[in-house]
């Protein structure tokens, strides 16, 4: 993997990235300072992940201390589908270019040990708590809650966490429980005077 296995000279401070683009997720060893032979045994978990269909990157990089983006050494892009069995696997992957593809570049090999503890009954358990959920936002939004477009799409869409949508809760109790002011009262009775006449006129 080291640059000098390239150019015969030099130094590198590797440290390996991983990234997946559903859910976007990038995470990364630390760096091992001037090692041609770096062994950095460290677990890196990846939440979310439920599709066999996705793959995800594995970079090698040259941690530069002057530079805010590391020094590209290797790619290898491996698939989830490999890893259906639930079962560890270990094994050494081939460094290609940007693309994950070999073009004749020597760039070395990365070892991994991959475990996918992908569960079915998880994942539908988890999609129902967030069906649950933005039934519970609906609900809420139906019997009164005031909020424009944007923050409806901040409810359903922008949804990341329990804890964002607990947030989300006490914010639609407090609007709720707030006294009214009198231009609010005025807007109210406004209103509900225009639906009664709508209301007359139909019949």
Same mark, same amino acid.
């Given at each position: 993997?080291?640059? /000098? ?16 683009? =559903? ?6 060893? /630390? ?13 890196? #978990?990846?939440?979310? #992940?439920? /599709? ?7 970079? #090698?990089? =040259? ?33 290609? /270019? ?63 966490? =329990? ?41």
């Amino acid at each position: 993997m080291d640059k /000098n296995r390239l150019s015969g000279g030099g130094s590198s401070d590797p440290m390996v990235v991983i990234k997946f683009d =559903d859910p976007p997720i990038k995470k990364s060893t /630390n760096f091992i300072r001037k090692n041609v032979n770096p062994v950095w045994n460290e677990k890196l #978990v990846f939440p979310g #992940v439920h /599709n066999p269909q996705l793959a995800f990157k594995v970079s #090698v990089e =040259d941690h530069n201390d002057f530079k805010p983006v590391s020094d590209f050494m290797g790619r290898v892009i491996i698939r989830m589908s490999d890893f259906e069995d639930k079962k560890p696997h270990t094994g050494w992957y081939k460094l290609g /270019n940007k693309t994950g593809t070999t073009d004749g570049v020597v760039r070395g090999e990365v070892e991994l040990l991959i475990h996918w503890k992908y569960n079915s009954e998880v994942a539908a358990a988890e999609e129902e708590k967030t069906k649950k959920q933005e039934a519970s936002f609906m609900g809420k939004l139906a019997k009164g809650f005031s909020a424009g477009k944007d923050a409806l799409a901040a409810v359903v869409v922008g949804k990341e966490s =329990d804890d964002e949508a607990e947030e989300l809760d006490n914010e639609m109790e407090e609007e709720q429980a707030r006294p009214k002011t009198e231009e609010e009262l005025a807007k109210e009775k406004e209103e509900k005077e225009k639906q009664l006449a709508d209301i007359s006129e139909i019949d």
